[in-house]
């Protein structure tokens, strides 16, 4: 459905992207995951057609995205920092999003109010951040997207209005097939509806995983010792990160787990635990492994 190839952009001298490639299936939940200034909401303008590519192309269903009105028409796209028209009430931009999407459903807008709960006469620029929030998945909601571009989505949602927001995109998605791409800082929710997950730093993509293989290839051991561990335990993986703390060793590894598992019990440890690894630590640990300072994501 979306498919990016070697996509660069530069800002003067600074590269924000470079040489970025990944594809998004229909029906799926793709989780763009990085630090700070790694560049995801640039990869995201990308993906909607605001920037155009220095190099490289952006499609959606084989079409370019840029200057491309009937493929925009496909695709709702949520910013972190919402932008209405300031004289217009909740009503007034829904006629103005039903004039623009040819998919636009009345009938889905119509019941939605009751989700919402927002008097659809109030002018949008003076409701409150996480109103114009609901506004947005209100009327983005309702015109029938093929593709959702989200950007920090939930962000000044409170918790019930959270999941109930998940709840009706996650319906789409299985009901409609509907395409989704999320950017947000919070792993721990989007390790609860992606299926998929890319991490960016520094411009470049890392990896693009499903998100059951990504953590299928790295484990969290908890090993205790009577007398000091030995210093290596795991010959045929990649150590990212190594707790001690007397006789007790925290490791997260890469590797094939069983063959990890062999050599953990080779070592001769009385209390052996393979604790299982949150998005998150894998985010942080596959970040940190190639020079990302650990401390910085934590802090």
Same mark, same amino acid.
């Given at each position: 459905?979306?498919?990016?190839?070697?996509? $660069? %952009?530069?800002? !003067?001298?600074h590269e924000a992207l470079a040489d970025v490639s990944?594809?998004?299936a229909r029906g799926s939940v793709y989780g763009l995951l990085g630090p700070n200034g790694a560049g995801k909401t640039t990869l995201i303008k990308h993906l909607v057609g605001v920037y155009r590519q220095d190099a490289g192309t952006v499609t959606v269903a084989g079409a370019p995205v840029y200057e491309n009105p009937e493929v925009k028409a496909l695709m709702v796209y949520i910013p972190d920092e919402l932008y209405f028209f300031s004289p217009y009430s909740i009503e007034e931009a829904a006629r103005f999003y039903a004039g623009f999407y040819p998919t636009w459903s009345w009938k889905r807008y119509e019941t939605? %109010?009751?989700?919402?709960?927002?008097?659809?006469?109030?002018r949008i620029t003076r409701l409150s951040r996480g109103m114009q929030k609901q506004v947005a998945f209100w009327l983005g909601i309702s015109a029938m997207p093929r593709i959702m571009i989200l950007d920090e989505p939930v962000d000044g949602l409170d918790p019930v209005m959270r999941k109930k927001v998940w709840s009706l995109v996650l319906q789409d998605v299985a009901e409609r097939e509907t395409t989704v791409v999320v950017s947000s800082h919070n792993l721990r929710e989007l390790e609860d509806v992606c299926d998929h997950v890319g991490i960016l730093h520094n411009g470049s993509l890392l990896l693009e995983r499903n998100l059951d293989e990504l953590r299928s290839d790295i484990h969290k051991f908890q090993l205790a010792f009577t007398s000091e561990p030995p210093a290596e335990i795991f010959a045929? !993986? $990649?150590?990212l990160h190594r707790e001690q703390n007397g006789s007790v060793l925290h490791i997260v590894? %890469? !590797?094939?787990?069983?063959?990890?598992l062999a050599e953990a019990r080779q070592s001769g440890p009385v209390i052996l635990d393979v604790l299982p690894l949150t998005l998150e630590e894998v985010f942080i640990y596959e970040v940190g492994v190639r020079g990302y300072d650990i401390q910085r994501v934590l802090i």
């Open positions: 459905m979306i498919e990016v190839r070697n996509l $660069t %952009k530069r800002f !003067g001298r990944l594809e998004v939605l %109010k009751r989700v919402f709960a927002i008097d659809p006469s109030r045929s !993986g $990649t150590i590894v %890469k !590797g094939d787990r069983e063959q990890l």
